[in-house]
């Protein structure tokens, strides 16, 4: 089954930036749609950003402008390259292709 594995969270002050990383395992990857989604405490999961193999890329409104989703198909990886962060991001983030999901990574945005 597929494995996703995230890292990179951590607390950060407002307007600062982080970089989420995500390694897929037994995933045709170069192949797949990966996405990044988020779920703060009270509220649903929300989609973040993906990326389709060709490479096409789609954003929340929220985060447009802030934050970047990229792919390394060679080293099967996807990344969030976030910036500007804001309270509003605090959130776990989760790595995610089709039914898979990763443990979540938490992102905490706070001075």
């Known amino acids: 089954q597929v494995q996703l594995v995230e890292s990179g969270g951590g607390l950060v002050q407002p307007g600062g930036s982080l970089r989420l990383s995500c390694a897929a395992s037994?995933?045709?990857?170069?192949?797949?749609?990966m996405a990044w989604y988020r779920q703060a405490p009270g509220k649903e999961r929300e989609l973040v950003a993906r990326?389709?193999?060709?490479?096409?890329?789609n954003y929340a409104d929220s985060v447009k402008g802030r934050f970047t989703i990229s792919r390394d198909n060679a080293r099967r990886m996807v990344y969030l390259q976030m910036n500007s962060l804001k309270p509003e991001d605090t959130a776990v983030y989760y790595c995610n292709n089709d039914n898979a999901w990763g443990q979540g990574t938490q992102v905490t945005v706070s001075s």
């Open positions: 037994r995933i045709i990857f170069g192949i797949s749609t």
């Open positions: 990326i389709t193999s060709g490479g096409t890329t």
